[in-house]
């Protein structure tokens, strides 16, 4: 079960779609983890040869004939000519591309063969969080336009063989960039593993697993992105609101709330929201037709915020709900059961519904499936009684009807009631029902031909009374005749 809000603004929605039209990278989980061993990678393979170095407790440091350098904080040394190093921090840079900072407890070797200088060796230790921070110069071509530099922390209980076998659990993950983005602030226990020294090169993906318990994405004008909630880690997790797009991480019983500006000129289809499996919640909001909302599996409820949008329920019983009185909107249910209903406020932009089987109003609640369950119920209540159905009464037997009560069973339920019994008698006769549910169901007089046909199967038993009541409420005449009056929707009150 997760809980999705999203609330971004128009200035927001414009930086991310002129970052996307330059970088249109999609941020993964994946990506986040290689960039930071092929960092590591990077650093360990092109800097084998130092220009100079100093080691001296309690700092120490190695330069580089590129400029880069590392650094050494917190640092303890043992033995003269060769021994044990520990640090607290160290510092790899790269001028004009990057800082990778690891901090914990660091251990190393070092020795000073007779035939060369200093000779380092990594010994391992304990990481709690490694830092990579972009140092890219404006006129780079991998400089980010709109975002700028990107400072990336992971924070857990890290172990490295050397720069590039990098196992670990990662508790949480710290983005921020100088621009547009403040933070990505992701929190878990994210797992990753045999990641070798093909993940440097860049010719595979760190390994990962585990589990992302929240997402906190915060743009510079307060425009958020908030997910609760476990979400299984994959090098492929997408970590902004993209992920919305993807049913598949929104399986269980979900509350996602998307709001927009009003009026935008251009939206990724990624902004649609997707329950997926469960029952969900979903409440839209902003952008009209450019925003939309899919259920998916599971009994789901759509909250429409406002109007114009595009909204799928799935299998399962969904309801849409508007805000303000009925009679404020005009209803147009499907004829065909698999078409698109429509929603309009007055005066204002349409909704389009498919696979919403019921609406709700601040003062009403309306049936769409009109050729499903309530139209069943409806149209064999107004045969059997020949009235009106009233609203509790009818919610009554659509509650029914959802459960799995068949036409012909409600229509026994019926027969046996007193208002039935006050209407076609306690033991009517063959001729008198056939008389009655003509009238009563089809609004008019038996043909001979049909007379005919009803008594003698009624008279011989081959149909009972109550079958034909049911097959005269859904033959294809009385359909035709009821569709008028409940194309609008089936008004009732919802029992239970
Ligand atoms: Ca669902």
């Not at 009684?385 to 009560?405: E, S």
């Amino acid at each position: 079960m997760n809980t999705v809000a999203l609330n971004f603004s128009q200035a927001t929605l414009d930086a991310l779609a002129a970052q996307r039209a330059t970088s249109p990278s999609i941020p993964t989980l994946g990506k986040v983890f290689n960039q930071v061993i092929q960092a590591g990678y990077d650093f360990a393979a092109n800097h084998y040869y130092y220009s100079d170095i100093l080691l001296e407790a309690p700092e120490g440091w190695l330069t580089y004939p590129d400029g880069a350098y590392q650094y050494f904080y917190g640092m303890t040394k043992t033995g003269t000519t060769s021994g044990a190093i520990t640090a607290t921090r160290l510092e790899d840079y790269v001028p004009d591309a990057y800082k990778l900072t690891y901090d914990g407890q660091l251990k190393f070797g070092y020795s000073t063969p007779a035939d060369s200088g200093t000779v380092l060796t990594n010994e391992g230790g304990t990481i709690n969080s490694v830092t990579l921070e972009s140092r890219l110069a404006a006129s780079d071509t991998r400089y980010d336009p709109v975002f700028g530099n990107t400072v990336t922390t992971l924070t857990g209980a890290l172990s490295t063989i050397d720069a590039v076998q990098f196992n670990s659990t990662v508790t949480s993950i710290d983005i921020a960039a100088d621009h547009v983005l403040a933070s990505t602030w992701i929190s878990g226990a994210i797992t990753a593993s045999g990641n070798t020294v093909d993940v440097g090169l860049g010719t595979s993906s760190a390994t990962l697993g585990g589990t992302i318990t929240s997402l906190v994405q915060t743009y510079v004008d307060g425009s958020t992105l908030t997910i609760s909630g476990p979400l299984t880690a994959t090098a492929a997790l997408v970590l902004d609101e993209r992920i919305l797009a993807d049913s598949a991480y929104f399986s269980g019983n979900d509350t996602i709330s998307v709001t927009l500006p009003a009026s935008v000129t251009s939206l990724s289809s990624a902004y649609s929201a997707n329950g997926g499996d469960g029952d969900d919640r979903i409440t839209i909001t902003g952008a009209g037709s450019m925003l939309s909302a899919h259920g998916g599996n599971g009994n789901d409820t759509i909250v429409l915020g406002d109007h114009g949008h595009t909204v799928t329920g799935g299998a399962g019983m969904d309801t849409a709900i508007f805000s303000g009185i009925r009679a404020a909107y005009t209803v147009a249910a499907s004829t065909s059961g698999t078409g698109t209903s429509t929603v309009t406020l007055n005066g204002g932009a349409s909704d389009v519904l498919s696979g919403i089987e019921r609406i709700q109003f601040d003062n009403a609640y309306v049936a769409l499936d009109i050729t499903g369950n309530a139209g069943q119920a409806y149209r064999l209540y107004q045969a059997a009684f020949h009235r009106t159905p009233d609203l509790a009464g009818l919610g009554y037997w659509i509650k029914q009807v959802d459960n799995g009560m068949s036409v012909l069973e409600m229509a026994k339920n019926f027969s046996r009631s007193v208002e039935f019994q006050s209407l076609y008698g306690v033991s009517p006769t063959n001729d008198e029902l056939v008389t009655n549910f003509y009238r009563n169901a089809l609004h008019r007089e038996a043909e001979p031909a049909g007379r005919a046909y009803w008594l003698d199967v009624l008279d011989r038993g081959l149909v009972t009374a109550t079958e034909m009541l049911a097959f005269f409420s859904e033959s294809a005449e009385n359909q035709a005749a009821v569709q008028p009056v409940i194309i609008t929707g089936i008004a009732y009150t919802p029992y239970g």
